[in-house]
C-alpha cells in the first residue's frame, strides 16, 4: 500500500523553462509534507516542506503547492538549472514533531535540466 | 558541521552471508534511523532509535535484520543471513528529537549487492 506517489517516474525540461513535480497521498492523517533531493552516491537533501495548515510554501526558484482537498502537492521550479538535475522525493509525515517522528516517502522522480 | 558518517560504502557478498553497516550520526542527534533504498524505490524506514531505545521497527525484518544502537551514538545494522531482494542502499539519518523533515540529516549510504 503505497501511501505517498510519484506518478512520473522521469521529468525533461530545458534549462530557463518551469520544472513542475507532483506527488499524491492517501493517508488523510499526513500533515506535514517535504520534497528532498537525491544526486547519485549521495543522500537525501532536505530541499524545502509545507505544513497542512499552508497552501504555498516558496524558497528561492522553489514553490510548493499543497491542495488539501485533492491530496495532491506539487512542487515548482522557476527557472530551471542543469544542476537542478536529480532524483526529487516527496515525503511526508503524520504528527507534529515528537519522538516518533519519522517520514514516508515516495518513489522518486528523475528530473533532467537541458542546457 | 561534520555529517553523518556510513560505512562501509560499498559490499558485495553471496546470498547466505551475513554483512554489517555502522553509522554515526551527528554530534547531538538523539534521534537515528535506518532506511533501505530498493532501486527504483524511495527510501523505506526499517528502524528508528531515540538514543539507545527503539521507537519504531515494525518493517523491520526481524528474521534477518538486527539493529543496536550503543551507549546512544554509534549504531549497527546487520543482514544475518542475507538474500537477492535485500540489494540496496541503506542509508542511516540522524535528527533532534521531535524534528520536522529539514532536521532530518542523511548519510551518503551504504551499497548492498548480494549475489
Known amino acids: 500500500d503505497q501511501q505517498v506517489k510519484q506518478n512520473s517516474p522521469s521529468l525533461s525540461v530545458q534549462e530557463g523553462r518551469i520544472s513542475i513535480l507532483n506527488c499524491d497521498y492517501t493517508?488523510?492523517?499526513?500533515?506535514?509534507f517535504l520534497w528532498y533531493k537525491k544526486y547519485p552516491a549521495e543522500g537525501p537533501t532536505f530541499l524545502i516542506s509545507?505544513?497542512?495548515?499552508?497552501d504555498k510554501n516558496e524558497d528561492g526558484r522553489f514553490t510548493v503547492f499543497l491542495n488539501k482537498s485533492a491530496k495532491h502537492l506539487s512542487l515548482h521550479i522557476v527557472p530551471s538549472q542543469p544542476g537542478d538535475s536529480a532524483v526529487y522525493f516527496c515525503?511526508?509525515?503524520?504528527?507534529?514533531?515528537?519522538?516518533?517522528?519519522?517520514?514516508?516517502f515516495g518513489k522518486g522522480t528523475l528530473l533532467t535540466v537541458n542546457p | 558541521e561534520a555529517g553523518v558518517a556510513q560505512s562501509p560504502r560499498y559490499k558485495i557478498i553471496e546470498k547466505r552471508q551475513s554483512v554489517a553497516f555502522w553509522c554515526n550520526p551527528i554530534?547531538?542527534?538523539?534521534?537515528l534511523y535506518w532506511y533501505q533504498q530498493i532501486l527504483g524505490q524511495g527510501p523505506k524506514l526499517l528502524i528508528q532509535?531515540?538514543?539507545?531505545?527503539?521507537?519504531?521497527d515494525s518493517q523491520l525484518p526481524k528474521d534477518r535484520f538486527s539493529a543496536e544502537r550503543l551507549k546512544g551514538v554509534d549504531s549497527t545494522l546487520k543482514i544475518q543471513p542475507a538474500k537477492l531482494e535485500d540489494s540496496a542502499v541503506y542509508l542511516c539519518?540522524?535528527?533532534?528529537?521531535?524534528?520536522?523533515?529539514?532536521?532530518?540529516?542523511f548519510g551518503e549510504g551504504s551499497w548492498l549487492t548480494v549475489v
Open positions: 539519518a540522524s535528527s533532534l528529537p521531535g524534528a520536522y523533515g529539514n532536521t532530518i540529516y
Open positions: 493517508n488523510s492523517m499526513f500533515d506535514y
Open positions: 509545507i505544513s497542512s495548515i499552508k
Open positions: 515525503a511526508a509525515s503524520a504528527g507534529s514533531g515528537g519522538s516518533n517522528y519519522k517520514l514516508t
Open positions: 554530534s547531538g542527534h538523539a534521534t
Open positions: 532509535f531515540q538514543n539507545n531505545g527503539v521507537v519504531d
